[in-house]
């Protein structure tokens, strides 16, 4: 049976009871030294101590279950190696994150960055992975991870600015800091103390306020109208504006600013995500996105099925009332016809309107007409969520292309494992000046940390922010 080419974000469950996971690239000068390792996580995300961290000075897990197996070269070529034994890691083992660091340089100048999952039993190459990279200096390739009972994969592909410290911090590591620096004691002239008789004069300078400490660049952005929220939906928004801004961080953007647009898919399959409190958790921690990136407190949103519509701007203060009034899917009755919507309030679109359908093309160029007529300074970052279904491809493409020229980043995620069409292999489409696309599918995004969610989303957006400036879009 053929391996299995993954894009970013793709999954695929795991049959063998043993896997090795392979990280490639190939040899060269001024092609940094990398280094595989793996961090063993609970449900919470988080190591439970730093004996969850393999690499090549802890080669063994104290279970014996994942074991750094070092480098090989041949042909050009280096590799290096994590052995895991699925069917011997402990129960509150449920993630294993499958990451690299740099030595000496960025993932950017490693050609032929590959992560391939191979049967440790047959060697068979079950699955393999593709990366690109830029300023990043450590970086996840891919994770394992438990889901129902049955082990699987995912590409990730997701680099940290912060280094390896920056990326085992995030999950639980201890990092020793750096020795303290000893402070060389200036060779001051003799002087002579003063007579007895003669009290010191009183000083002449006069006394100067206490310095301030700058801002962490990752202090959350104070929010227009936050004060209005719920007590405790305005502590949510506070730790994810912490949380997005870690991510920035991390990433090497602190303090960027950016138009953030929401895209929410309202087709018909999406029913049970909307009936479920789904999507209206996921526009919830999309808000402190929007709330720390863009400086006015609001955020532009749209709906979409087989037409697009434009929905009121969300506004952080009126949070609650956007979403009781906003995160809605169509009405069918049990004979398959629209039923009439009765009382619509204000501000609310019909939803018979929308449709049932995928028609991801027309929601583009509403967002693509927008940004045109609406010209700011800061960048675009869209928020695209959709169960699948793609089926225009043809259609998504071609904006897609024709968008590369406009100072938007368009990040899809993907609401579980179905059909993504053209968003799924657009990082891999040739022939644009700049990747504009980002994509990546999970399993149940309800299940996804906050933390993990921030990073992924933002992983790409700060390397075509560099692409386009450079390429002079921005």
Same mark, same amino acid.
């Given at each position: 049976?053929?391996?299995?080419?993954?894009?970013?974000?793709?999954?695929?469950?795991?049959?063998?009871?043993?896997?090795?996971?392979?990280?490639?690239?190939?040899?060269?000068?001024?092609?940094?030294?990398?280094?595989?390792?793996?961090?063993?996580?609970?449900?919470?995300?988080?190591?439970?101590?730093?004996?969850?961290?393999?690499?090549?000075?802890?080669?063994?897990?104290?279970?014996?279950?994942?074991?750094?197996?070092?480098?090989?070269?041949?042909?050009?070529?280096?590799?290096?190696?994590?052995?895991?034994?699925?069917?011997?890691?402990?129960?509150?083992?449920?993630?294993?994150?499958?990451?690299?660091?740099?030595?000496?340089?960025?993932?950017?100048?490693?050609?032929?960055?590959?992560?391939?999952?191979?049967?440790?039993?047959?060697?068979?190459?079950?699955?393999?992975?593709?990366?690109?990279?830029?300023?990043?200096?450590?970086?996840?390739?891919?994770?394992?991870?438990?889901?129902?009972?049955?082990?699987?994969?995912?590409?990730?592909?997701?680099?940290?600015?912060?280094?390896?410290?920056?990326?085992?911090?995030?999950?639980?590591?201890?990092?020793?800091?750096? &020795?303290? +620096?000893? /402070?060389?004691? #200036? @060779?001051? =002239?003799?002087?002579? %103390? *003063? $007579? &007895?008789? +003669?009290? /010191?004069?009183? #000083? @002449?300078? =006069?006394?100067?306020? %206490? *310095? $301030?400490?700058?801002?962490? /660049?990752?202090? #959350?952005?104070?929010?227009?109208?936050?004060?209005?929220?719920?007590?405790?939906?305005?502590?949510?928004?506070?730790?994810?504006?912490?949380?997005?801004?870690?991510?920035?961080?991390?990433?090497?953007?602190?303090?960027?600013?950016?138009?953030?647009?929401?895209?929410?898919?309202?087709?018909?399959?999406?029913?049970?995500?909307?009936?479920?409190?789904?999507?209206?958790?996921?526009?919830?921690?999309?808000?402190?996105?929007?709330?720390?990136?863009?400086?006015?407190?609001?955020?532009?949103?749209?709906?979409?099925?087989?037409?697009?519509?434009?929905?009121?701007?969300?506004?952080?203060?009126?949070?609650?009332?956007?979403?009781?009034?906003?995160?809605?899917?169509?009405?069918?009755?049990?004979?398959?016809?629209?039923?009439?919507?009765?009382?619509?309030?204000?501000?609310?679109?019909?939803?018979?309107?929308?449709?049932?359908?995928?028609?991801?093309?027309?929601?583009?160029?509403?967002?693509?007409?927008?940004?045109?007529?609406?010209?700011?300074?800061?960048?675009?970052?869209?928020?695209?969520?959709?169960?699948?279904?793609?089926?225009?491809?043809?259609?998504?493409?071609?904006?897609?292309?024709?968008?590369?020229?406009?100072?938007?980043?368009?990040?899809?995620?993907?609401?579980?494992?179905?059909?993504?069409?053209?968003?799924?292999?657009?990082?891999?489409?040739?022939?644009?000046?700049?990747?504009?696309?980002?994509?990546?599918?999970?399993?149940?995004?309800?299940?996804?940390?906050?933390?993990?969610?921030?990073?992924?989303?933002?992983?790409?957006?700060?390397?075509?922010?560099?692409?386009?400036?450079?390429?002079?879009?921005?």
């Amino acid at each position: 049976m053929a391996a299995t080419s993954l894009s970013k974000g793709a999954n695929l469950p795991i049959d063998a009871r043993a896997v090795r996971v392979e990280l490639s690239w190939s040899e060269g000068p001024g092609v940094p030294d990398v280094d595989a390792s793996a961090l063993l996580l609970t449900a919470a995300g988080r190591v439970r101590d730093d004996g969850d961290f393999v690499f090549y000075n802890q080669p063994n897990h104290a279970s014996d279950a994942v074991t750094h197996l070092g480098k090989q070269r041949a042909a050009g070529a280096t590799s290096d190696t994590i052995a895991v034994d699925l069917g011997s890691l402990e129960p509150a083992v449920e993630r294993i994150v499958l990451c690299a660091s740099a030595d000496d340089g960025t993932f950017g100048q490693v050609p032929g960055l590959m992560l391939r999952l191979l049967d440790d039993g047959t060697r068979t190459e079950l699955a393999r992975f593709e990366m690109e990279a830029g300023a990043e200096t450590a970086f996840i390739g891919g994770e394992l991870y438990l889901r129902q009972g049955r082990w699987k994969f995912r590409a990730v592909g997701q680099g940290y600015a912060s280094g390896l410290a920056g990326l085992a911090t995030d999950f639980g590591i201890t990092v020793d800091d750096a &020795p303290p +620096a000893v /402070p060389v004691q #200036p @060779t001051a =002239p003799v002087q002579t %103390p *003063p $007579t &007895p008789s +003669a009290p /010191p004069a009183p #000083p @002449t300078v =006069p006394p100067t306020a %206490p *310095p $301030t400490t700058p801002p962490s /660049p990752t202090t #959350p952005r104070l929010t227009k109208g936050e004060e209005h929220l719920p007590v405790d939906m305005r502590k949510r928004l506070s730790l994810r504006k912490q949380q997005v801004a870690v991510s920035l961080t991390k990433h090497g953007v602190a303090g960027t600013t950016a138009r953030v647009i929401l895209v929410l898919d309202a087709s018909g399959s999406m029913s049970s995500l909307y009936s479920r409190g789904i999507v209206r958790d996921v526009v919830e921690r999309m808000a402190a996105v929007a709330a720390q990136l863009d400086d006015d407190g609001e955020m532009q949103a749209w709906t979409f099925a087989s037409n697009a519509a434009r929905l009121p701007d969300l506004r952080i203060g009126e949070l609650p009332e956007w979403l009781r009034l906003h995160v809605r899917v169509g009405e069918l009755s049990l004979f398959g016809r629209k039923k009439a919507k009765k009382g619509l309030e204000a501000g609310q679109v019909d939803m018979r309107m929308i449709g049932i359908q995928n028609e991801e093309q027309k929601v583009i160029a509403q967002v693509r007409t927008y940004v045109r007529e609406n010209p700011a300074a800061a960048p675009t970052l869209v928020l695209f969520f959709s169960d699948g279904g793609v089926y225009r491809n043809a259609q998504i493409e071609r904006e897609l292309r024709e968008a590369v020229e406009e100072p938007i980043f368009w990040q899809f995620v993907g609401l579980g494992r179905s059909n993504y069409g053209v968003l799924e292999r657009f990082d891999t489409l040739p022939g644009r000046r700049v990747d504009n696309v980002g994509f990546f599918a999970v399993d149940d995004i309800s299940t996804v940390p906050d933390q993990e969610l921030y990073d992924r989303l933002l992983s790409e957006f700060p390397s075509w922010m560099a692409a386009a400036r450079q390429a002079g879009i921005l």
